[in-house]
């Protein structure tokens, strides 16, 4: 008897380690199912935002070239999606259709999680993007202030549960992320 439920025991605890937990829109606390973006907001959504540079208050201050290129897709209705491209072959807008598209399509058909799945909030001239982090198997809150055509990334931290308040827009880190208008039709995420 002790040997079975020790047995029992042993599977269940093997089994919650290799659980991978697929997060629903009702796990992420900025998901909102009437999100409207107001027009008066600088955020937009027909085109990407691509990394371009960083800055760090490093020896008074240091700007380079971002090594890796990140590339945004936010979505009306309050998603946000990430492609990573670190050898820098997308270098129009049509690519960045297209990979955003070619990304949807493989999650959708695999049932598989795209590289960044998140909900994003705005305040006046401020975000912050909500994303699972599923090493850590938590939330991750990435904070932006907001330009024309730029979005600036500040910091990220995994406290704070998306509260936009000053203490999460610091002046030690800056990552420039420039508009890019993008023609074509973009597939809508089934998250």
């Not at 910091?155 to 610091?170: C, P, R, Y």
Request: glycine share 6%; proline share 4%.
């Amino acid at each position: 008897m002790l040997k079975s439920i020790f047995t029992v025991l042993l599977v269940t605890i093997f089994m919650s380690c290799g659980y991978r937990k697929h997060m629903a829109q009702s796990d992420y606390s900025l998901y909102n199912p009437g999100f409207i973006l107001t027009s008066t907001t600088p955020l937009r959504t027909d085109g990407v935002y691509v990394l371009e540079k960083v800055w760090t208050n490093q020896n008074g201050g240091t700007e380079r070239i971002a090594a890796e290129r990140k590339i945004y897709k936010f979505y009306p209705g309050g998603q946000v999606n990430l492609i990573l491209d670190p050898e820098r072959k997308l270098t129009n807008s049509e690519a960045y259709v297209q990979a955003f598209n070619h990304r949807i399509e493989e999650s959708q058909k695999n049932g598989s999680a795209t590289l960044f799945e998140g909900y994003f909030k705005v305040e006046n001239d401020k975000m912050v993007i909500q994303r699972w982090v599923t090493p850590r198997k938590q939330f991750s809150y990435d904070y932006f202030l907001l330009e024309k055509d730029i979005i600036i990334g500040i910091s990220s931290t995994i406290s704070g549960k998306g509260q936009i308040t000053d203490k999460h827009f610091t002046e030690y880190y800056k990552a420039y992320y420039s508009f890019i208008p993008t023609k074509g039709e973009y597939l809508m995420p089934n998250w």
